[in-house]
């Protein structure tokens, strides 16, 4: 296997190290914008010397973002090659656009490593849905915003506080908006859904909320409960009605969930023969990541393409009605209060998170 690699960060650099030990796969060329010197590989500055290539069959992406990962990644599909990607935003946001192209040109594309970094749960989710229906995928998916739960729920900081040791060592962007307001964790779940459920949802109908506005005294609400709060995300099927969401959960002490420390990841799928089954690992860092960018080079050789036949559109349908936590401005039925907020009568996720919407300063928790 000949191998086009674009970009070189943590990711690519990652892949390119542990590539050249094998002999079964090489890099050959990788797009930078970097002078980079490497023994076995040119450093180019142009996609057309990787798509145009005809010694190149397989092409990886690691530059993340939309744009011009995508252009180089449909190029690369138009062009006949195979590509492995680790972006859950580029596979998720173009995912009706991709799939039928590779089908088309009958490539293959995998991106395990888009969900759960060193996890192989897309992976995972592939063997289990061969065997059984899957009606359930989800769990704490952001190790970022795991990080800031745990570090607030043990050590009794602030969020600001720890958002920001979470940028000293690496856990967090300088503008962690992606992470923090639930959109990488949104990203996630609704590419588990697709695969585990053989669909295409309407990303516009699967609700997110994140964890921005938590305050210490929310913290400590929920530690007089028992309770430990986590950002959460959540794939439904039943009955051939698909929910999906994403939001701040309270889960009881002694759940596995409750116990996920710092930057780690706990997804699990739920099947109709297996019953529950959950991973546990690194959700990031560069050789973790690689590790499964790799291993789907690996499948790749073996012609082993997508993890799940391309489905139609779907509209997720969030009618599930759940207890909330709510501090900022809720007016509808209450419960019973915790301090300055309220627990309230069951609401559907749906109308929560409309009300959200109007109320962006407020911060609601779903108690499970």
Partial sequence: MKIGLLGFGVVGRGVYEITEGRDDMQVTKVLCLEDVQLPDAEAVRDIRQIVEDDS??????AMGGLHPAYDF???????GKNVVTSNKALVCTFYDELLPLVKEKGVCFRCTAAVGGGIGWLSELERARRVQEIREVGGIMNGTCNYI???????????????KQAQKLGYAEANPSTDVDGIDTWHKVILSANIAFGVSLDKDSVPVAGIRNIQAQDVENFKAHGLVCKLISTGKRDGGVISAYVQPTLVREGEPEAAVPMNYNLITFVGATSERMSFFGQGAGRYPTAYNVVQDLVDV?????????????????????????????????????????AV?????????????????????????
């Fill in 149 to 163: 739960l745990d570090n607030m729920t043990r050590l009794g900081l602030n969020y600001d506080d720890v958002l």
């Fill in 344 to 368: 309230t009568e069951p609401v559907s996720v749906a109308e929560m998170h409309a009300w959200l919407k109007e109320n962006s300063n407020a911060f609601i928790a779903a108690i499970r």
């Fill in 73 to 79: 990644v449909r190029a690369a599909i138009v062009a």
């Fill in 301 to 341: 050789l073996a012609g082993r393409g997508f993890y799940a036949p391309y489905g139609g559109k779907v509209t997720a349908v969030n009618e599930e009605k759940l207890t909330w936590y709510v501090r900022g401005g809720w007016n509808g039925s209450v419960k019973e209060h915790w301090g300055s907020a």
């Fill in 56 to 61: 190149i069959d397989t092409v990886v992406e």
